[in-house]
């Protein structure tokens, strides 16, 4: 997307349906090393933070597996009460 806003990419091939593509192998390389460098920068920056950021992730998941185990049992009781009083769902 940065080679794209700078203007650097430009269409080398055109689809039979008519979508035009840049099929440029330096291209595609510079943007597979510039992401690897900015994943790089991402775990750097949570390592910098230290546990407090490694926690803020465990403490996401886990909120999120909460949820979840909420609704499938909110859903398992649903279909408990619908089975006994003989309904369907």
């Known amino acids: ?3 794209q ?3 650097r990419v430009r269409p080398t091939i055109q689809m039979k349906d008519g ?5 440029d192998v330096g291209l ?3 943007a ?3 992401g690897g460098k900015a994943v790089q920068m991402a775990e750097g920056q949570k390592a910098r933070l ?3 950021a490694l926690q803020t ?3 996401k998941e886990n909120e999120s597996r909460v949820v979840t185990n909420s609704v499938t049992q909110k859903k ?3 279909k408990q009460y619908v089975g006994v009083c003989g309904e369907s769902i």
Request: proline share 4%; no cysteine.
């Open 76 to 78: 398992s009781n649903l």
């Open 19 to 23: 979508v035009a593509v840049n099929d």
């Open 32 to 34: 597979d090393l510039m």
């Open 28 to 30: 595609e390389r510079e």
């Open 50 to 52: 230290g546990p407090s």
């Open 5 to 7: 806003a700078q203007g």
């Open 57 to 59: 992730d465990k403490i």
């Open 1 to 3: 997307m940065v080679q």
